[in-house]
C-alpha cells in the first residue's frame, strides 16, 4: 500500500519488431481515459507517439551474479519508475492511475517482472496487472518460427493482440490463433486492426490478467515441437507449502525452460491461491477470499520448452504423497509446433 | 546485519513466504501476536518435514534454525545456513554436487511422502 492506496498497475506491452506495439499505444493514448497514464518507451520509433507522460528510457541491464538472463535487473527502469513515483507523491503530476512499459522488440519480457518485484521500494507500490502481447497477423508465423524470443513474448502475456488482421488472409489469421492458443492457452485473444481496439478493453481484467482462470486448449492439436503447453487439475486441495517446495526446486533446476505457469489453486481454504510466473520469476501468490467463479477446482498451466507434458505430470504424480493430492490433466495435452 | 541479534534485513521476502508476511501484515492491531507467530512455525516445521522428504534422497537434512534460517547439512558434516527455498535449492545443489531436478527420473519414479510425515525440526 502506498499512502491509502494500492499499488499502481503497471502494464507491459511487448511484441516483436514491427508487429504494431507502438501504433496500437498511439491509438490507446489519444484516449481521454488514458490520460494520467505514464508511458516508459525504449526507443522513439517513426510512429511517434505523443503524450505528456512519455519518458524515454535506455536499456540498462545488470546480470546479477550468477544469474541467469530472466533475473536481471533493469536499473534504467527501476530509475525511471522511481522517478514517477517521487512525481506523484509531490502531486507534481497527476494522480498516476497505470505505467505502461514498452518494451523492445527483441525482448524478453520477464526481467521487467523480476525488476518490479524484487526492487525493495518498487514493489510496494507498483503491481505487474498485465502483460500485452502484440502479434503481427501477417508476419507473426515467421517470428515463431525463427525468432525464440518472440514464443518467449507469446507466453509472457495475459493478453494477445493480433494487429493487421485487416491486410492479412483471414485463414492465416484463423491458423495463427489457433497456434496462439496452442502455445499460451490461458492468454484472452484480441483482434485489432489498423491498431483500433477499445482502451477499455485492452486494460479491462475481467477473464484476463493475473488472475484469469486458464483454460484447456480446445483447437486442433499440433505436430510435436520444441514448446508444449499443459494443462491440469488435481483431484483434491493441494497443500499449498508442498506445491511451493516443489515449484521452487522445479524453477532452480528448470526455470529458464519453465516459460510459464498461471492458474488457481484449491488449497482447501474459502478461496483459491493465484499463481502467475514467467521463468523464475513469480508474482506474489494471492490467496483470494472466494473463487471468481462457480468451479472451485485447480487448474493451471504450465508452458514449457523442452519439458515434455508428461514428466511434468509424473513429477506431481510423484510429489502427490507431499501435495496431498494427484494432478489430473485438462483436456488434450499440446504441442505447439517450433516450424 | 542488526548488530544486537546478528540477523540479515531481508529486503526480498521470496513468494513461498508471502502469505505469512501478507497475513501478518493485513493483521488488525489488536490482535494476538502470539497465534501469528505460532502459526508461522507450525508452517516453518512443516515445511521442514516435507522438504527433508526430497532432501534425504540427496543425502541431505534440513532443520529450523531459530526461526528465522534453516540450517541445511550433509552426512560428511558440511553444512549451509539459508534463508529460504529460494536460496536452499543453490545450497543443497552445492553439498549434493549435482543439481536437484524433480523432474529426474531416479525421484519421479519414487512416491515421496507416502508415509505421514512428522516434524523433523529438532535442531535449534
Redesign the interface.
Known amino acids: 500500500m502506498a499512502g491509502g492506496r494500492s499499488t499502481r498497475p503497471v502494464t507491459i506491452v511487448t511484441g516483436f519488431l514491427g508487429s504494431g506495439k507502438t501504433t496500437l499505444l498511439g491509438r490507446v493514448l489519444s484516449e481521454p481515459s488514458m490520460s494520467n497514464t505514464a508511458v516508459l518507451v525504449n526507443e522513439f520509433g517513426e510512429v511517434g507517439l505523443d503524450h505528456h507522460l512519455l519518458r524515454r528510457v535506455d536499456e540498462r541491464a545488470v546480470l546479477l551474479g550468477g544469474g541467469c538472463v530472466c533475473c536481471t535487473t533493469r536499473e534504467d527502469l527501476v530509475e525511471a519508475l522511481l522517478e514517477l513515483l517521487d512525481l506523484d507523491q509531490r502531486g507534481e503530476i497527476p494522480r498516476l492511475d497505470r505505467v505502461v512499459v514498452e518494451t523492445t522488440g527483441l525482448a524478453d519480457p520477464a526481467p521487467i517482472l523480476h525488476t518490479i518485484f524484487a526492487d525493495p521500494v518498487l514493489q510496494h507500490h507498483f503491481s505487474v496487472d498485465l502483460v500485452l502481447t502484440t502479434v503481427d497477423a501477417i508476419n507473426g508465423d515467421l517470428h515463431l518460427d525463427r525468432n525464440p524470443e518472440s514464443v518467449k513474448q507469446v507466453a509472457a502475456a495475459d493478453k494477445i493482440v493480433v494487429t493487421k488482421t485487416d491486410v492479412a488472409e483471414p485463414n492465416a489469421v484463423r491458423s495463427l490463433l489457433c497456434r496462439l492458443g496452442a502455445i499460451n492457452p490461458s492468454a484472452h485473444v484480441l483482434e485489432a486492426a489498423f491498431g483500433e481496439t477499445d482502451a477499455a478493453e485492452l486494460f479491462r481484467l475481467d477473464g484476463a490478467g493475473y488472475r484469469a482462470v486458464p483454460k484447456a486448449f480446445d483447437g486442433e492439436p499440433h505436430d510435436a515441437g520444441e514448446t508444449h503447453s499443459v494443462s491440469l487439475t488435481f483431484d483434491g486441495s493441494v497443500d499449498w507449502t508442498a506445491f511451493g517446495i516443489w515449484l521452487s526446486m522445479l524453477l532452480y533446476a528448470r526455470g529458464e525452460d519453465v516459460l510459464r505457469v498461471k492458474g488457481l489453486l484449491d488449497v482447501g481454504e474459502s478461496g483459491p491461491v493465484v499463481v502467475n510466473g514467467v521463468q523464475h520469476t513469480i508474482h506474489p501468490p494471492e490467496h483470494l477470499n472466494r473463487w471468481p467463479e462457480e468451479n472451485h477446482h485447480s487448474r493451471i498451466v504450465f508452458i514449457a520448452r523442452g519439458i515434455r507434458p508428461e514428466e511434468l505430470l509424473g513429477s506431481l504424480e510423484a510429489f502427490h504423497g507431499l501435495l496431498g493430492a494427484r494432478p489430473l490433466p485438462l483436456g488434450a495435452e499440446q504441442s505447439v509446433p517450433s516450424s | 546485519m542488526c548488530v544486537l541479534c546478528g540477523q540479515d534485513f531481508v ?2 521476502v ?3 513466504d ?2 505469512l508476511e ?1 497475513r501478518a501484515r493485513e493483521a488488525a492491531p489488536g490482535s494476538d501476536p502470539v497465534a501469528l507467530q505460532g502459526e508461522r512455525r507450525r ?1 516453518r516445521a ?2 521442514v518435514a ?2 527433508n ?2 532432501l534425504r534422497h540427496y543425502g541431505l537434512k534440513l532443520d529450523d534454525w531459530g526461526g528465522s534460517k534453516y540450517f541445511l547439512r550433509d552426512g560428511k558434516g558440511r553444512s549451509e545456513l539459508v534463508q529460504d ?2 536460496s ?3 545450497a543443497a ?1 552445492r553439498l549434493a554436487g549435482r ?5 529426474e527420473p531416479a ?9 505421514p ?1 512428522f516434524v523433523a525440526a529438532e535442531g535449534g
Open positions: 529486503a526480498q521470496h513468494w513461498t508471502r502469505h501478507d508452517d512443516h515445511r516435507l522438504t522428504e526430497i527455498l529460494g536452499l535449492w543453490p545443489e543439481t536437484l531436478d524433480p523432474l525421484l519421479v519414479g519414487e512416491t515421496l511422502g507416502e508415509e510425515a
